[in-house]
T-cell receptor, first 114, second 112 residues
């Protein structure tokens, strides 16, 4: 089925470990974003991309890196995990330009840093 | 910082009743979007209203937008238990649609 696929669904990391959260979409969307969701905080934008090779920081980028080598994939890298990065991470994608469309979200990755 | 603030934070109603939730935002916008999130799931886009529109309908959903008051409301008519979810408003700042900013959400509980 077309959509946004996130892997893994659950992950436990030790403080200081690094890992990559994967995100792939098959809808040929130009825009892709990563959000984190914490209780009572809503969703906060980490990084976003408007197309292959173009990325930019969102509201809470510290401790995270992204790259966009293809239209389909937008991985999020945690460089050195900290307990403050315990959260649910969502990847989302959208068409660009006309602002007629909303974002399509993945089902999320629940990350715990111990 | 959050662009949108939903009100109320939580709402509990019976099946068949209408549910109204409100969103206030801070800066001028091109459009405002509403999303639903079922427990443990990703967000689902419900409806988008442009800044030059005042009202929009989609099935049992009715969204209004008042740009002079920087506010929007989402009305769900004849609620069902399956409507139980969190509802978020989201706005792209004028600097770029790709930077969608979400409010903190309204938790709706619809009891049979």
């Amino acid at each position: 089925n077309a959509g946004v696929t996130q892997t893994p669904k659950f992950q436990v990391l030790k403080t200081g470990q690094s890992m990559t959260l994967q995100c792939a979409q098959d809808m040929n969307h130009e825009y892709m974003s990563w959000y984190r969701q914490d209780p009572g905080m809503g969703l906060r934008l980490i990084h976003y991309s408007v197309g292959a090779g173009i990325t930019d920081q969102g509201e809470v980028p510290n401790g995270y890196n992204v790259s966009r080598s293809t239209t389909e994939d937008f991985p999020l890298r945690l460089l050195s995990a900290a307990p403050s990065q315990t959260s649910v991470y969502f990847c989302a994608s959208s068409y660009s330009g006309t602002e007629k469309y909303g974002y399509t979200f993945g089902s999320g990755t629940r990350l715990t840093v111990v | 910082s959050q662009q949108g603030e939903e009100d109320p934070q939580a709402l509990s109603i019976q099946e068949g009743e209408n549910a109204t939730m409100n969103c206030s935002y801070k800066t001028s916008i091109n459009n405002l979007q509403w999303y639903r999130q079922n427990s443990g799931r990703g967000l689902v886009h419900l409806i988008l209203i442009r800044s030059n529109e005042r009202e929009k309908h989609s099935g049992r959903l009715r969204v209004t937008l008042d740009t002079s008051k920087k506010s929007s409301s989402l009305l769900i008519t004849a609620s069902r238990a399956a409507d139980t979810a969190s509802y978020f408003c989201a706005t792209p700042p004028n600097t770029g649609f790709q930077k969608l900013v979400f409010g903190t959400g309204t938790r709706l509980l619809v009891s049979p």
